[in-house]
């Protein structure tokens, strides 16, 4: 059983940047395939970003070169930088781990 908890939404400008993180609970974060998807009203959930434990990530072509995927197994944590927000970034950010277990998700939204 992994528990995950997800923290660092907010309410940011268009262009600004936020961070999110994704506390894991359990001995096997490191070896686990972690992802970061979203769901915007309406709209089906997507995935964003994923790392595997090696290190490679792979993304959404509408977050490559604005969002980063990264994490630190030390601290059984993977975050998710992004950077260049849009409005259309706006949607419920929800952590995932082996395609099995997911957080409770943080509200991300880009206004002016």
């Known amino acids: 059983q992994v528990h995950l908890v997800e923290s660092g939404g907010g309410l940011v400008q268009p262009g600004g940047s936020l961070r999110l993180s994704c506390i894991a609970s359990g001995s096997v974060f490191s070896m686990l395939v972690m992802g970061w998807y979203r769901q915007a009203p309406g709209k089906q959930r997507e995935l964003v970003a994923i790392i595997i434990s090696g290190g490679r990530t792979n993304y959404a072509d509408s977050v490559k070169g604005r969002f980063t995927i990264s994490r630190d197994n030390a601290k059984n944590t993977v975050y998710l930088q992004m950077n260049s927000l849009k409005p259309e970034d706006t949607a419920v950010y929800t952590c995932?781990?082996?395609?099995?277990?997911w957080g409770q998700g943080t509200q991300v939204t880009v206004s002016s």
């Open positions: 995932g781990a082996g395609g099995k277990y």
